[in-house]
């Protein structure tokens, strides 16, 4: 059964530090989106991506956010510059599109670690 | 606002069990949909169901939603050890292309 994967499963880094989160959606799948999870927390809607541009972000997702489907398996979101409240866990999911209604698959995470 | 509001925040029972979890939230919706996350994983999606739709059945699974009190419940019957989770409920405001609200969860603990 086709699945939404992330690399990696943990990033620790530097405050400062810029890191690049993957993800590679289910193939015929159109719409992507970027969602994190702070411990103990309720799960956050960062942005969505669709047709190579992004159709909505929150808040959160400001100018040290960034999304990009540099080929046509991945999608990434990059933090430019890592801060301590960065540290959540970061998950990837991708939907079908052009359905009426459409389920999210949501990938494993990436567990951010800001020292 | 608070969208998707669950609880109990902890369910705690024996295996055999039924275990009910409830959602509120405030906004008209597209859909509402349940998710589990076991301890420290991805999310799974259990079941979704329409803001035209009253119940739905998967498996163990049954849920309701009230869209007057703007309620949703998720039903396991006969709980087991692996439905050890965290349940949370999600809502989607528009049809097709929607983000999804989370609520804080519900964390499930099921004792064999």
């Known amino acids: 059964e ?19 989160l993957r993800c590679v959606p289910i193939s015929n799948h159109l719409y992507f989106y970027w969602y994190r999870q702070i411990l103990g927390q309720k799960v956050e809607f960062l942005v969505s991506f669709y047709n190579n541009e992004i159709s909505e972000k929150s808040e959160i997702f400001d100018d040290q956010f960034s999304v990009e489907r540099p080929d046509g398996s ?4 990059k933090i430019r510059s890592t801060k301590l409240e960065d540290s959540a866990m970061y998950f990837c999911a991708s939907s079908p599109g052009l359905q009426l209604i459409n389920e999210q698959f949501f990938g494993p995470g990436t567990r951010l670690t800001v020292l | 606002s608070q969208q998707g509001e669950e609880d109990p925040q902890a369910l705690s029972i024996q295996e055999g069990e039924n275990a009910t979890m409830n959602c509120s939230y405030k906004t008209s ?13 991805g999310l799974v999606h259990l079941i979704l169901i329409r803001s035209n739709e009253r119940e739905k059945h ?11 009190k703007k309620s949703s419940s998720l039903l396991i019957t006969a709980s087991r050890a692996a439905d050890t989770a965290s349940y949370f409920c999600a ?16 964390m499930l603990l099921v004792s064999p």
């Open chain 1, 2 to 20: 086709p699945e939404v994967t992330q690399t990696p499963s943990h990033q620790v880094t530097q405050m400062g530090q810029e890191v690049i």
């Open chain 1, 74 to 77: 991945n999608f990434t979101l």
């Open chain 2, 29 to 41: 919706i597209n859909n509402l949909q349940w998710y589990r996350q076991n301890s420290g994983r």
């Open chain 2, 58 to 68: 998967s498996g163990r699974l049954r849920v309701t939603l009230d869209t007057s």
């Open chain 2, 91 to 106: 809502t989607a405001q528009r049809t097709g292309y929607s983000t999804l609200t989370f609520g804080k969860g519900t």
